[in-house]
C-alpha cells in the first residue's frame, strides 16, 4: 500500500518544481539584464518620480485617514453579505431554524453600527 | 429554455452545487441539530450580557454613571456563575452524568463548568479593578466591560468546545476581545504598542493553530474531538502514529497554546504587553486568558490525543522546563514590577504544563487547582500594581515600593501575603498549589520535572522577595527628602484585594474544598446520543 504522506509530498513535488522554475526564471532575467546593462550612476536618479516634476516638499506627509471607519464598517457589511449569499440559496432546506439564526445574525451586526452610530463615527468631520 | 438553463447548470463541473432543476417546494430538509439551551446558558448571558451593555451604554452615552456598568458586569459574571452550577449538580449526577450539546458541539462535564466559573471569578475581579482605574485615568467608556464579558464568553466556549473548529472560534473571540482591550489606554503610547504586538503576535499564532488543527483533521478526518479520539484509539488510527500529517498537527496546535498560555519560547510577547496594557487589563490576561488557553489545551492534548501522549509528552516536558527555568531566572534581572511579575507568569505556566505533561487525571485535577488558585493570587498581585501605578499608569519601578511598607501598611501587607502565594509559602493557596502539581509529577514517576519545578520555585522565590524587602525596607535619606504621597485605594478595588487575599489565604487553610471540586472536574468527551 502506498504511503499516503509520500503520495500527498509527490503532489507537492510538481509545485516544488513550478516554484523553482519561476524563481530560476525571473533571475536568469534580472540577473542577464543586469550583466548587459551600463551603470552610470547620478544624482537625479534617485530623486522620486512624481509625474515627471521635480518634487516638492517632505516626503513624510499626513494623510487623512478619516476614511478608514468607512472602509471598516464596509468589510463588516461586505462579510455580511458574503454570508447571507449562499444562506439565501439553500434558504428553503433550511427552514425556519436557518431564518431565525441568520435574523441573529443581522440584529447582532446591527447593534454594531448602532454602536457607531452614536459614537459619531459616521458623521463627516 | 429552462431545460437548457438546467442541463448549463449542470455542466458548471464538478463539485460546485448549482440547482440543476428550479427549487421545488419539496426541498430535503437540512436537519437542525437539537440545541439544548441549559447547556448554553452560561455562555449565553456572558454574550448577551455584553452586547446588552453595548448597546445600552451607546444608546445612553452619559447618562450611565460607570460604576453602574461595574455593577452589571460583576451580575452578569455571576449570573453566569449561577446558570453554572444546576449543570455542575446535573453533571456530577451519577444516573445523568456529562454529556455533549448541539451534535457534539459543546462538551458539558465538570471541567468545563470548573473553568466557566474561575474565568467568571477572573471577569468580576477585573470589572472591580478597572471601576477604579477607568475613573483615575480618565478613559470613559463600557467598552471594557463589554469586551471583558464578550472576551469570558470565548474563554469559556474554549473550555467546553469538543470540536477544534468550535476551539478555534472562543479562542478568537476570546483573543480579538483581549486585543482591543491591551490598547484601551489610548492616550498611552505603551498601552497602543502593546495591543499592537499583542495583536500581530496573536495573529500568527492563530494562524499556527488553525494550520494544525487542519493538519489533524487532513490525519484523523474529523473535526470533532469526539470522532478523533476514537479514530486515533482504534486499529488504524494506531498506525498514524508514523504519519507526519498528524506529528505536524500535535507540533503546530502546540505552538497556538504555546503562544496564548505564554510557555517559554513563545514568551517573548508576554513581557511587553503585560508591561504596557492597563494594569487590569493585564491581571485579566494573567488569569482568564490563561485559563482558557490551558482548559482548551487539557482537553485537546490529555484528553483527545492522551493515546498519542508518546508523542506529545516529550515536547511539553521541554516547554515546561524551560517556562519554568526562564521565566524564574529572567524575573529576578527586571527592575520593572509589572515585566517580573510577567516573567513569574511564565513561570506559573511552566507548573501548569506540569500538570499538562503527566497527562493524568492527577495531573489535570492538579493543573485545575493551579489555575483556579494562581487566579486569586494574580489578579489581587495586579490590583496592588494598579493601585500603587498612580496616574498615568507609570509607576511600577520597583523603587516606587520603596516605604510602602510605612506609608500604606495593609497594602504593604495585603501584597506580601499575595507575593508569599505565588511563592508558594505554606498556609497560602499556592503551596497546594505546586504541591499537587509535583506531586502529580511524581506519582507519575517523573522525577526530573518534579526536581526542576522544585528548584523554579526557589529561584522565583528570591523574585517576590525581592520586591517585599524593597516594600519594607527604606533608607533614611527618603525620609528626610520627602517621600511620595499615600496612594488612594477605590471601594471597588479595596473589595476585589480583599477577596484575592481571604481567597488566597483560606484555600491556604482549607485546601479540601477546591481539591474535591478539583478532583471531580475530570474531562469527558461523550459520544453523542
Known amino acids: 500500500m502506498p504511503n499516503p504522506l509520500n503520495e500527498l509530498l509527490r503532489q507537492y513535488l510538481t509545485v516544488a518544481i513550478f516554484a523553482g522554475l519561476g524563481l530560476a526564471m525571473v533571475g536568469a532575467m534580472l540577473g542577464v539584464g543586469w550583466l548587459l546593462r551600463p551603470d552610470r550612476p547620478e544624482p537625479q536618479k534617485y530623486i522620486n518620480y512624481e509625474s515627471g516634476v521635480d518634487p516638492l516638499g517632505v516626503m513624510w506627509s499626513q494623510s487623512q485617514i478619516r476614511y478608514y471607519v468607512f472602509a471598516l464598517l464596509f468589510v463588516l457589511f461586505d462579510v455580511e453579505a458574503v454570508f447571507i449569499f449562499p444562506w439565501a440559496t439553500r434558504l428553503e432546506a433550511y427552514g425556519a431554524f436557518g431564518l431565525i439564526e441568520m435574523a441573529v445574525f443581522i440584529f447582532i451586526l446591527a447593534l454594531g453600527l448602532v454602536y457607531a452610530w452614536r459614537k459619531g463615527v459616521l458623521r463627516w468631520v | ?529
Open chain 2, 1 to 529: 429554455m429552462i431545460g437548457v438553463l438546467a442541463r448549463l447548470a449542470q455542466d458548471t463541473g464538478d463539485g460546485i452545487l448549482v440547482p440543476a432543476e428550479p427549487i421545488q417546494a419539496g426541498v430535503t430538509q437540512i436537519a437542525t441539530p437539537e440545541i439544548q439551551w441549559v447547556a448554553l446558558l452560561p455562555h449565553l448571558i456572558l454574550v448577551v450580557g455584553g452586547i446588552l451593555l453595548l448597546t445600552i451604554a451607546s444608546l445612553f452615552r452619559h447618562r450611565v454613571p460607570r460604576w453602574a456598568y461595574t455593577i452589571y458586569t460583576v451580575a452578569v459574571a455571576a449570573g453566569a456563575i449561577i446558570a453554572a452550577l444546576p449543570l455542575w449538580v446535573r453533571v456530577q449526577d451519577a444516573e445523568r452524568g456529562p454529556f455533549s450539546a448541539i451534535a457534539g458541539a459543546l462538551g458539558v462535564d465538570g471541567f468545563s463548568i470548573f473553568i466557566t466559573v474561575i474565568i467568571c471569578a477572573g471577569v468580576i475581579l477585573t470589572a472591580l479593578l478597572a471601576d477604579g482605574y477607568l475613573k483615575r485615568e480618565g478613559i470613559d467608556g463600557p467598552e471594557l466591560f463589554v469586551l471583558l464579558l464578550l472576551a469570558a464568553s470565548g474563554g469559556t466556549i474554549m473550555a467546553s468546545a469538543n470540536d477544534l473548529i468550535v476551539l478555534f472560534l472562543g479562542l478568537e473571540i476570546l483573543s480579538i476581545s483581549v486585543y482591543v482591550m491591551a490598547a484601551m489606554h489610548a492616550r498611552r503610547f505603551t498601552s497602543l504598542e502593546a495591543g499592537m504586538k499583542y495583536f500581530i503576535l496573536g495573529a500568527f499564532s492563530s494562524a499556527f493553530f488553525l494550520y494544525g488543527i487542519a493538519l489533524v483533521y487532513g490525519a484523523s478526518g474529523s473535526t470533532n474531538m469526539i470522532r478523533i479520539n476514537q479514530y486515533l484509539a482504534s486499529p488504524t488510527g494506531v498506525v498514524l502514529s508514523e504519519n507526519g500529517l498528524l506529528l505536524g498537527g500535535f507540533a503546530l496546535l502546540l505552538v497556538g497554546f504555546g503562544f496564548k498560555v505564554a510557555a517559554v519560547p513563545f514568551h517573548a510577547w508576554a513581557p511587553d504587553v503585560y508591561q504596557g496594557a492597563p494594569t487590569p487589563v493585564t491581571a485579566f490576561m494573567a488569569s482568564a486568558v490563561k485559563a482558557g488557553g490551558f482548559a482548551a489545551m487539557l482537553r485537546v492534548f490529555v484528553l483527545t490525543f492522551g493515546t498519542f501522549s508518546g508523542d506529545w509528552q516529550p515536547v511539553v516536558f521541554a516547554l515546561a522546563v524551560l517556562s519554568l527555568l526562564v521565566g524564574s531566572v529572567l524575573a529576578i534581572v527586571q527592575t520593572n514590577v509589572k515585566r517580573m511579575l510577567a516573567y513569574s507568569s511564565i513561570a506559573h505556566a511552566g507548573f501548569i504544563l506540569v500538570g499538562v505533561e503527566v497527562a493524568t487525571e492527577q495531573g489535570t485535577a492538579a493543573a485545575l487547582f493551579y489555575l483556579a488558585a494562581y487566579t486569586f493570587m494574580v489578579v489581587g498581585s495586579f490590583a496592588v500594581i494598579t493601585v500603587v501605578g498612580r496616574k498615568g499608569d507609570g509607576h511600577h519601578e520597583l523603587s516606587d515600593y520603596r516605604g510602602l511598607a510605612r506609608r500604606q501598611p495593609v497594602l504593604a501587607f495585603v501584597f506580601t501575603i499575595l507575593l508569599l502565594a505565588q511563592a508558594g509559602v505554606p498556609f497560602t493557596a499556592g503551596f497546594f498549589a505546586k504541591f499537587y502539581v509535583i506531586s502529580a509529577a511524581v506519582d507519575a514517576e517523573n522525577y526530573s520535572l518534579a526536581i526542576i519545578a522544585m528548584v523554579s520555585a526557589v529561584i522565583a522565590a528570591f523574585l517576590y522577595l525581592r520586591i517585599m524587602i524593597s516594600m519594607y525596607m527604606s533608607t533614611d535619606s527618603e525620609a528626610v527628602t520627602g517621600e511620595p504621597d499615600r496612594v488612594p485605594v477605590p471601594l471597588a478595588a479595596g473589595i476585589a484585594l480583599f477577596v484575592a487575599c481571604v481567597v488566597t489565604v483560606v484555600i491556604g487553610f482549607v485546601p479540601g474544598p477546591i481539591t474535591d471540586l478539583a478532583n471531580d472536574a475530570v474531562p469527558f468527551l461523550v459520544q453523542v446520543g
